[in-house]
């Protein structure tokens, strides 16, 4: 099975900055996107950062400039680290993955998520 374990969430004072990490682990072939989404209560998921296999990102323009995203393929890790935070950047971060398996029918590729780490921001 697949598993992405996220970590590097907290609490942190308004123009902080964060780290998370989010490590892919179990059979798997090959990593094509990475990425962030964050969901606030009483809002719907959104998208925060993504990057693909030739480093390639892209940014919600809510964090464009503040949070940058970078990937280990060795390690199979995404990186978010996220600066001059912000109270409304306050929510429950997931990392994603869009990768390749390899089974009995062949190479399969999914999306896989990780189960979230708390962000709050205060004021």
């Known amino acids: 099975q697949v598993q992405l374990v996220e970590s590097g969430g907290g609490l942190v004072q308004a123009g902080g900055s964060l780290r998370l990490s989010c490590a892919a682990s179990?059979?798997?072939?090959?990593?094509?996107?990475m990425g962030w989404y964050r969901q606030a209560p009483g809002k719907q998921r959104e998208l925060v950062a993504t990057?693909?296999?030739?480093?390639?990102?892209n940014y919600a323009d809510s964090v464009k400039g503040r949070f940058t995203i970078s990937r280990d393929n060795a390690k199979n890790t995404v990186y978010l680290q996220m600066n001059s935070l912000k109270p409304e950047d306050t929510a429950v971060y997931r990392c994603?993955?869009?990768?390749?398996?390899?089974?009995?029918?062949?190479?399969?590729?999914?999306?896989?998520w990780g189960q979230g780490t708390q962000v709050t921001v205060s004021s």
């Open positions: 990057i693909i296999s030739d480093g390639s990102t």
């Open positions: 994603n993955a869009h990768l390749g398996r390899k089974d009995a029918t062949g190479l399969q590729w999914n999306d896989y």
């Open positions: 179990g059979i798997i072939f090959s990593i094509n996107a």
